[in-house]
């Protein structure tokens, strides 16, 4: 498989909240390390990226530099719309005219996944965004919806040029096309969580692209992966004997600590057979993130993350 950070455009999908603008902001860190000019390309709501680059105000529908050698830029579906649009009719006048025209706003928002297509077509333009001569991102990092939207996106491409293969929309598609189905260039980078549910969506997400969407997919990324403390010697081995012990049954409080350890190795068990698992299920190389001891991730914890995506780390 062609090294991640070679690849034009990686599009990061999984179930919801299980660190997708987590892993997409680590992946930039690492990308940009190794010299690439990198846009992340988020389409959030909530602004976590700033603040995993140390930036206080929110990234928004303008590209931002968050630190040498990585843009940003948060697409809402109406702005990306609108500067798709311009990029067709090349007018601001009539691009204004039509989307801000309320019936035809009312038809773009009944289209099913066309929202998610305006950011899809947004990060693909930015894809072939030129600067001094030539291109001016090595690769864009989509942080794209979760899974079911994500299939549903991905899918646009080939409706539009099944429904109208000639005139504009259909050679955006077609060039579209091209990038995701190219394993030189894109991937779809699927991030989960040691757990059943998001486990059991990345299979699905995973089938779906392979199966119907025609997409490579990079390594698997089990993000939060709870520490292996509890399980690993000297510590492991006293938790096993938990129940025999008796020294601690006098103290409540050091029986309800090694409880909880015990508890804490069992967690750590469970992931254990699920990333097992999932390795046989998606034959993909895995990625395991640690769990860091904060929710709140600022740039230390973002370069932590990142050197899990140097290869020789990668397990
Ligand atoms: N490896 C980690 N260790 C500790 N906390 C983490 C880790 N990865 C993510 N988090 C925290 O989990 C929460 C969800 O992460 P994130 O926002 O990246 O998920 P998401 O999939 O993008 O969510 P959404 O579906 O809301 O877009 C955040 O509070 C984040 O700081
Ligand atoms: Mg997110």
């Given at each position: 498989?062609?090294?991640?950070?070679?690849?034009?455009?990686?599009?990061?999908?999984?179930?919801?909240?299980?660190?997708?603008?987590?892993?997409?902001?680590?992946?930039?860190r690492a990308?940009?390390?190794?010299?690439?000019?990198?846009?992340?390309?988020?389409?959030?709501?909530?602004?976590?990226?700033?603040?995993?680059?140390?930036?206080?105000?929110?990234?928004?529908?303008?590209?931002?530099?968050?630190?040498?050698?990585?843009?940003?830029?948060?697409?809402?579906?109406?702005?990306?719309?609108?500067?798709?649009?311009?990029?067709?009719?090349?007018?601001?006048?009539?691009?204004r005219?039509?989307?801000?025209?309320?019936?035809?706003?009312?038809?773009?928002?009944?289209?099913?996944?066309?929202d998610?297509?305006?950011?899809?077509?947004?990060?693909?333009?930015?894809?072939?965004?030129q600067?001094?001569?030539?291109?001016?991102?090595?690769?864009?990092?989509l942080?794209?919806?979760?899974?079911?939207?994500?299939?549903?996106?991905?899918?646009i491409?080939?409706?539009?040029?099944?429904?109208?293969?000639?005139?504009?929309?259909?050679?955006?598609?077609?060039?579209?096309?091209d990038?995701?189905?190219?394993p030189?260039?894109?991937?779809?980078?699927?991030?989960?969580?040691?757990?059943?549910?998001?486990?059991r969506?990345?299979?699905?997400?995973?089938?779906?692209?392979?199966?119907?969407?025609?997409?490579?997919?990079?390594?698997?990324?089990?993000?939060?992966?709870?520490?292996?403390?509890?399980?690993?010697?000297?510590?492991?081995?006293?938790?096993d004997?938990?129940?025999t012990l008796?020294?601690?049954?006098?103290?409540?409080?050091?029986?309800?600590?090694l409880?909880?350890?015990?508890?804490?190795?069992?967690?750590?068990?469970?992931?254990?057979?699920?990333?097992?698992?999932l390795?046989?299920?998606?034959?993909?190389?895995?990625?395991?993130?640690?769990?860091?001891?904060?929710?709140?991730?600022?740039?230390?914890?973002i370069?932590?993350?990142?050197?899990?995506?140097?290869p020789q780390?990668?397990?």
């Amino acid at each position: 498989m062609t090294p991640l950070f070679d690849l034009e455009l990686i599009v990061i999908s999984g179930k919801g909240g299980v660190g997708r603008t987590t892993v997409a902001a680590a992946l930039a860190r690492a990308a940009a390390d190794a010299g690439k000019r990198v846009l992340l390309a988020a389409s959030t709501t909530t602004d976590r990226l700033g603040r995993m680059f140390g930036r206080a105000e929110p990234v928004g529908t303008e590209v931002v530099t968050l630190a040498p050698g990585i843009d940003a830029v948060n697409m809402t579906s109406e702005s990306a719309l609108h500067e798709y649009g311009l990029l067709i009719l090349r007018s601001e006048l009539v691009t204004r005219a039509l989307f801000e025209n309320r019936a035809v706003r009312g038809f773009l928002g009944a289209v099913p996944g066309l929202d998610a297509y305006a950011i899809l077509g947004k990060a693909w333009w930015h894809t072939t965004e030129q600067a001094s001569g030539r291109r001016r991102y090595d690769l864009v990092i989509l942080d794209g919806p979760a899974s079911g939207h994500a299939t549903l996106m991905l899918r646009i491409p080939g409706a539009i040029l099944a429904a109208m293969p000639k005139g504009p929309l259909a050679r955006d598609a077609h060039a579209l096309q091209d990038l995701l189905h190219d394993p030189t260039r894109a991937a779809l980078l699927i991030v989960t969580l040691a757990e059943e549910l998001p486990a059991r969506e990345s299979v699905e997400l995973a089938t779906a692209a392979r199966e119907t969407l025609g997409l490579t997919l990079g390594p698997l990324v089990v993000n939060a992966l709870p520490s292996d403390a509890p399980t690993t010697p000297p510590l492991g081995a006293l938790l096993d004997r938990l129940p025999t012990l008796e020294v601690a049954g006098s103290d409540p409080a050091l029986w309800a600590t090694l409880r909880l350890a015990a508890s804490a190795g069992a967690h750590r068990r469970l992931a254990d057979t699920i990333v097992a698992r999932l390795r046989r299920e998606l034959g993909l190389p895995i990625v395991a993130l640690p769990r860091l001891p904060t929710a709140d991730l600022g740039p230390t914890a973002i370069a932590e993350l990142a050197t899990y995506f140097i290869p020789q780390r990668a397990p």
